[in-house]
């Protein structure tokens, strides 16, 4: 005869248990504002002043021009700049003046035509002109170089046609710029930005939370209650996902109507992909949060070992291909990384299944890595 065991009540008792806790977890966040300005008022402040603070696009750039011997050749070469939409010209009558314009930060480069550019030019000879760059920002100097070589090569153009003449050059470039045909900065670092608010709704909520319970002393009390240490986890991970989720929306609703960013790829992607990043950024606060139980210090920890990292090494800002070899080793060991990498694919390639299964499968082993470390660590002891 087939022996019939009962149900096992405490088995029964485990989807109670677990409602209970998603419950107490659900009153705790309605109840705290702190919580509340985390997921969504944070990510608000960060994407505006990144957003509008923070540009890679170097326009308006002050630019001191210097015409020794005024003459229509001199003025034209000099009306090539003004036309630029990219510099802020300004007339200076001597080299002297320029120079002291450029020490004291009033310009960022000098273009100097001599008292002889007309009739060298004229005479067929070498007509130098000076250009003076300021290199204490290099970044700067770069573009600025680019941009006053652009307007000389347009200015060459117009003067062999006014000359009758046909100007040609050894090299013909014909530029395709693919994925951000714009050049603009806010479409490749709002998107890098989405990474950190993520990082920060993750680590910062669950660490601070569960370490203030520790501070309190509802740890203690929910230890000696029949709740599993697999049923507190899941309790603290699923409400503070839904509230990251409800980050999310609002920081790619933004992106994409108040910055204008295109989002070329699928959104249910984008929304797999993120879920899995903001697994992963719950058990990196979990597990810190098993380490530090003290507000204070979870929260330091948090932003050193999340935000930090992921601000500085994911590529959000900084090419990763031009840090030493030693630092992009370590950036292999950041989720951030990968999601950065996701998110700027669907966001301006779009749909790119190479680049989003192969970093989706890191954060799949992230995800797996950092709530089996939580998970290990969290055990029903009060020591």
């Known amino acids: 005869m087939p022996i019939l065991r009962k149900p096992d009540p405490a088995r029964r008792a485990a989807p109670m248990r677990l409602r209970g806790m998603l419950r107490k977890e659900a009153r705790q966040i309605i109840r705290d504002p702190s919580s509340i300005a985390i997921a969504f008022v944070l990510p608000v402040l960060l994407l505006l002043l990144f957003g509008y603070g923070i540009s890679l696009d170097a326009k308006h750039v002050p630019l001191g021009i210097v015409v020794e011997s005024p003459s229509p050749e001199a003025a034209a070469f000099a009306g090539a700049f003004e036309q630029s939409a990219y510099l802020s010209p300004q007339r200076f009558g001597t080299i002297q003046e320029a120079e002291l314009a450029l020490i004291t930060h009033r310009v960022d480069g000098i273009v100097w035509l001599r008292s002889d550019f007309e009739e060298k030019l004229l005479a067929g000879a070498e007509a130098p002109i000076g250009v003076i760059i300021n290199g204490v920002d290099a970044n700067t100097a770069h573009i600025i170089e680019g941009y006053v070589n652009g307007a000389w090569l347009s200015w ?13 050059l050894p090299v013909q470039l014909q530029q395709r710029i693919w994925f951000n045909a714009e050049l ?12 950190v608010i993520m990082t920060l709704i993750g680590a910062l909520l669950t660490a601070m939370v569960v370490a203030r319970e520790w501070e309190r002393g509802t740890m203690e009390a929910l230890m000696v209650t029949p709740v ?13 996902f839904m509230l990251g989720i409800g980050g999310l929306a609002l920081s790619v609703g933004m992106a994409v109507w108040q910055f204008n960013v295109p989002l070329k790829g699928s959104l249910p992607i984008l929304f797999i992909s993120s879920s899995l990043f903001l697994i992963a950024s719950l058990g990196m606060g979990l597990t810190i949060s098993t ?4 507000q204070f210090v979870a929260g ?3 932003i050193i070992v999340t935000f930090l990292p992921a601000f500085m090494l994911s590529g959000f800002i900084f090419d990763i291909n031009s840090m030493p070899r030693a630092i992009q080793i370590v950036t292999y060991l950041l989720p951030a990384r990968y999601y950065v990498s996701i998110l700027q694919t669907i966001f301006l390639a779009g749909n790119v299944w190479k680049v989003i299964l192969l970093n989706s499968l890191a954060l ?5 890595f950092f ?9 029903k002891r009060l020591d």
């Open 156 to 168: 060459l153009q117009h003067h062999a046609a006014a000359q009758g003449v046909e100007q040609t």
């Open 184 to 195: 603009r900065s806010q479409n490749f670092l709002v998107p890098g930005l989405i990474a």
């Open 364 to 368: 799949i082993l992230f995800c797996a």
């Open 291 to 294: 380490v530090a139980r003290n």
């Open 371 to 379: 709530l089996g470390v939580a998970r290990k660590r969290t055990v």
């Open 228 to 240: 599993t240490a697999k049923e507190i986890l899941l309790g603290k991970l699923l409400p503070y």
């Open 300 to 302: 330091q920890v948090a």
